[in-house]
C-alpha cells in the first residue's frame, strides 16, 4: 500500500512523529539562526547559506536572450534575499534545447545575460544595502534525450537505455567526434558566462539529461565516453579541466543526479535499481575537486520517470500514479545524500535540495542540516516560484507566512510540459494562473503550445 499522504501538520510534533512513524530521523531545530550565519564562497562574503535553485522558466525570447519574465523571476530572487542564486538550465547548442524558450548564451546576446545579472546585483543590493553581496551561477546543459528545440522532441542520446528505450536501435546516439565538439563549446559558453559577469558556472549533470547520461553510458561501446567510469566521466572531467585553464576567475560548480533511481542509471545499485549506491558519484566529485570543482549541488531522479526521487509532492503530475514513498521518506533520502557528500568532503561547499514540500518548516530542518554540516547551503526549488520572499521574511520577522508556501502541486512543472512560460500557479496567480487557465479552458492539456 502506498505510504504516501499529503502536508497535513500543523505544529512541529506532527511533522516530527510521523518522520518516527516512517521510521526515519528528520533534522530539526526550533531557531533558524544557522540559515543565517555568514559564509565565504570564493571572493565573496554571503549573508546567508540559502540558495534559489535553478528553475526552467521557458520564457527566454527567441534568439534564448532572457525575456520580460525571466528579467522579473530573478529580481524577485534577488529581492527575495537568498545570497546564492543558481541561474536555470541554459543551453548550450540550440539542437540541445529543452524548449524553442529555453535560454542559450552566445555572442550575439550576451549583453541581455549582462543586463540580467546587473539587475540581479542591483536589486539584491536595494533590498539589502550596498555591501550585500550574491553568488550567482549559470547552469549550462545540452538536454540530450530529452531536446525539443523546436517544441517536438528530438532525442540526441548518450547511450541506449533497455528501460527508457523501447526502439534501442532507433536512438540517435551522439557520436564521439560530437562530443569532443561539445566540450568547446561547453568552455565558449564559460567565457561567455565570465564575460557576461557571473561568478560561477554549473557543468549540469542531472535529471536525465546528456551529461548525467554520459555517468551512466555502460552500453556505449567502442568509445571514449562509454563503459568504463573512466570513459563515462571523461566529458565532464574534460570540460572542467578545460574550462578550469582556459577561463580564469571562473568558479566551476557541478549539478550531479547522485541517484537516478531507474535502471541502467548513475548512482544505482547493481542488484537493485532502486536503491543508490554512491561509489561512483563520490569518486566523481573527489575527482572534480581535484580538476578544480569547488561548489556542489546534490540532487536525485529523473523527472521524466520519477519526478518523486527528486522533488517531493502532494500532487502528481496529470497522469503520473501516486509513488508508494511518502514525501518525508524522500526529502530524508535527499538529506542523507547530501550529507554523505558533505561529511566526505568537508573543505567543500554542498548545496542541499527537496526542502520545499516541507512549507513552513523548511527553515527548521534546513537549519539543523547546517548545524550537523551535513551541507553548506539549504537549496529552493519551487517554494522560491511560490514565496521568494521567504527568505526575507525569515529574516524580518524570525519566520514565514504558511499562506504564502508553496503546496507542491506540480502545476509549475505542468505548465512547463506543455511548453507554457513556468512558474507558480498558487502563488503568483497574476501571471501563472492566468496561464493555466488558458492552458485548461482551451482544453489543450496534451498539446504542446510550441509546436
Ligand atoms: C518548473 C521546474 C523547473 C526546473 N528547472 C530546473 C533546471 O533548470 N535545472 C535543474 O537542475 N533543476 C530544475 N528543476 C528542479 C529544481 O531545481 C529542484 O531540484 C526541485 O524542484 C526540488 O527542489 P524543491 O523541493 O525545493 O522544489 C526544476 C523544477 C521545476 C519544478
Same mark, same amino acid.
Given at each position: 500500500?502506498? +505510504?504516501?499522504?499529503?502536508? #497535513?501538520?500543523?505544529?512541529?510534533?506532527?511533522?516530527?512523529? /510521523?518522520?518516527?512513524?516512517?521510521?526515519?530521523?528528520?533534522?530539526?531545530?526550533?531557531?533558524?539562526?544557522?540559515?543565517?550565519?555568514?559564509?565565504?564562497?570564493?571572493?565573496?562574503?554571503?549573508?546567508?547559506?540559502?540558495?534559489? !535553485?535553478?528553475?526552467?522558466?521557458?520564457?527566454?525570447?527567441?534568439?534564448?536572450?532572457?525575456?520580460?519574465?525571466?528579467?522579473?523571476?530573478?529580481?524577485?530572487?534577488?529581492?527575495?534575499?537568498?545570497?546564492?542564486?543558481?541561474?536555470?538550465?541554459?543551453?548550450?547548442?540550440?539542437?540541445?534545447?529543452?524548449?524553442?524558450?529555453?535560454?542559450?548564451?552566445?555572442?550575439?546576446?550576451?549583453?541581455?545575460?549582462?543586463?540580467?545579472?546587473?539587475?540581479?546585483?542591483?536589486?539584491? !543590493?536595494?533590498?539589502?544595502?550596498?555591501?550585500?553581496?550574491?553568488?550567482?551561477?549559470?547552469?549550462?546543459?545540452?538536454?540530450?534525450?530529452?531536446?525539443?528545440?523546436?517544441? /517536438?522532441?528530438? *532525442?540526441?542520446?548518450?547511450?541506449?537505455?533497455?528501460?527508457?528505450?523501447?526502439?534501442? @536501435?532507433?536512438? +540517435?546516439?551522439?557520436?564521439?567526434?560530437?562530443?569532443?565538439?561539445?566540450?568547446?563549446?561547453?568552455?565558449?559558453?564559460?567565457?561567455?558566462?565570465?564575460?557576461?559577469?557571473? =561568478?560561477?558556472?554549473?557543468?549540469?549533470?542531472?535529471?536525465?539529461?546528456?551529461? &548525467?547520461?554520459?555517468?551512466?553510458?555502460?552500453?556505449?561501446?567502442?568509445? +571514449?565516453?562509454? @563503459?568504463?567510469?573512466?570513459?563515462?566521466?571523461?566529458?565532464?572531467?574534460?570540460?572542467?579541466?578545460?574550462? +578550469?585553464?582556459?577561463?580564469?576567475?571562473?568558479?566551476?560548480?557541478?549539478?550531479?543526479?547522485?541517484?537516478?533511481?531507474?535502471?541502467?542509471?548513475?548512482?544505482?545499485? /547493481?542488484?537493485?535499481?532502486?536503491?543508490?549506491?554512491?561509489?561512483?558519484?563520490?569518486?566523481?566529485?573527489?575527482?572534480?575537486?581535484?580538476?578544480?570543482?569547488?561548489?556542489?549541488?546534490?540532487?536525485?531522479?529523473?523527472?521524466? !520517470?520519477?519526478?518523486?526521487?527528486?522533488? *517531493?509532492? =502532494?500532487? *502528481?503530475?496529470?497522469?503520473?500514479?501516486?509513488?508508494? !514513498?511518502?514525501?518525508?521518506?524522500?526529502?530524508?533520502?535527499?538529506?542523507?545524500?547530501?550529507?554523505?557528500?558533505?561529511?566526505?568532503?568537508? &573543505? #567543500?561547499?554542498?548545496?542541499?535540495?527537496?526542502?520545499?514540500?516541507?512549507?513552513?518548516?523548511?527553515?527548521?530542518?534546513?537549519?539543523?542540516?547546517?548545524?550537523?554540516?551535513?551541507?553548506?547551503?539549504?537549496?529552493?526549488?519551487?517554494?522560491?516560484?511560490?514565496?521568494?520572499?521567504?527568505?526575507?521574511?525569515?529574516?524580518?520577522?524570525?519566520?514565514?507566512?504558511?499562506?504564502?508556501?508553496?503546496?507542491?502541486?506540480?502545476?509549475?512543472?505542468?505548465?512547463?510540459?506543455?511548453?507554457? @512560460?513556468?512558474?507558480?500557479?498558487?502563488? =503568483?496567480?497574476?501571471?501563472?494562473?492566468?496561464?493555466?487557465?488558458?492552458?485548461?479552458?482551451?482544453?489543450?492539456?496534451?498539446?504542446?503550445?510550441?509546436?
Amino acid at each position: 500500500m502506498s +505510504r504516501h499522504e499529503p502536508f #497535513t501538520f500543523q505544529a512541529n510534533s506532527e511533522l516530527l512523529k /510521523k518522520g518516527r512513524e516512517l521510521g526515519i530521523e528528520i533534522p530539526f531545530m526550533d531557531s533558524a539562526a544557522p540559515l543565517f550565519e555568514n559564509t565565504a564562497l570564493g571572493s565573496k562574503n554571503l549573508p546567508n547559506r540559502l540558495a534559489v !535553485q535553478p528553475m526552467e522558466g521557458f520564457d527566454a525570447n527567441n534568439d534564448g536572450s532572457p525575456g520580460e519574465l525571466t528579467f522579473r523571476r530573478y529580481k524577485r530572487y534577488a529581492e527575495g534575499g537568498c545570497s546564492l542564486i543558481w541561474f536555470e538550465a541554459t543551453s548550450v547548442v540550440s539542437e540541445g534545447c529543452s524548449n524553442p524558450h529555453q535560454m542559450m548564451l552566445h555572442p550575439n546576446n550576451m549583453d541581455s545575460f549582462k543586463q540580467l545579472i546587473e539587475q540581479t546585483r542591483r536589486s539584491a !543590493q536595494r533590498a539589502f544595502g550596498s555591501s550585500n553581496e550574491v553568488f550567482l551561477v549559470l547552469q549550462l546543459t545540452h538536454s540530450g534525450r530529452y531536446s525539443r528545440p523546436e517544441g /517536438k522532441p528530438l *532525442p540526441q542520446v548518450a547511450s541506449a537505455n533497455l528501460y527508457l528505450d523501447k526502439k534501442p @536501435e532507433d536512438v +540517435r546516439i551522439l557520436t564521439d567526434d560530437e562530443l569532443d565538439h561539445l566540450q568547446d563549446t561547453y568552455v565558449g559558453a564559460a567565457r561567455l558566462a565570465k564575460d557576461a559577469g557571473f =561568478d560561477g558556472v554549473d557543468i549540469k549533470a542531472c535529471h536525465g539529461y546528456l551529461v &548525467n547520461e554520459l555517468l551512466a553510458a555502460v552500453t556505449r561501446e567502442k568509445s +571514449r565516453y562509454g @563503459e568504463t567510469f573512466d570513459n563515462r566521466s571523461r566529458f565532464i572531467s574534460e570540460v572542467v579541466q578545460k574550462i +578550469r585553464d582556459d577561463v580564469s576567475g571562473l568558479h566551476l560548480a557541478v549539478r550531479v543526479s547522485a541517484f537516478d533511481g531507474i535502471p541502467g542509471g548513475f548512482g544505482v545499485s /547493481k542488484d537493485n535499481p532502486e536503491h543508490a549506491d554512491l561509489t561512483e558519484p563520490m569518486e566523481l566529485v573527489r575527482r572534480l575537486i581535484q580538476f578544480g570543482c569547488s561548489l556542489f549541488n546534490i540532487t536525485a531522479g529523473n523527472p521524466y !520517470q520519477k519526478p518523486h526521487l527528486g522533488r *517531493p509532492f =502532494d500532487r *502528481p503530475l496529470e497522469g503520473v500514479s501516486l509513488p508508494e !514513498q511518502h514525501p518525508l521518506e524522500g526529502i530524508s533520502s535527499l538529506i542523507n545524500m547530501a550529507a554523505e557528500f558533505q561529511k566526505g568532503f568537508p &573543505n #567543500t561547499p554542498f548545496v542541499g535540495t527537496g526542502y520545499s514540500w516541507l512549507r513552513h518548516f523548511f527553515p527548521n530542518v534546513g537549519a539543523a542540516v547546517l548545524q550537523r554540516e551535513e551541507a553548506s547551503f539549504i537549496g529552493l526549488g519551487r517554494s522560491s516560484l511560490a514565496y521568494p520572499d521567504a527568505t526575507k521574511d525569515l529574516m524580518n520577522t524570525g519566520s514565514m507566512d504558511s499562506s504564502k508556501a508553496c503546496i507542491t502541486c506540480s502545476r509549475c512543472t505542468e505548465l512547463m510540459r506543455h511548453g507554457y @512560460e513556468s512558474g507558480c500557479v498558487m502563488k =503568483d496567480k497574476e501571471i501563472y494562473g492566468k496561464l493555466y487557465k488558458r492552458l485548461a479552458i482551451k482544453g489543450n492539456k496534451n498539446e504542446e503550445r510550441h509546436n
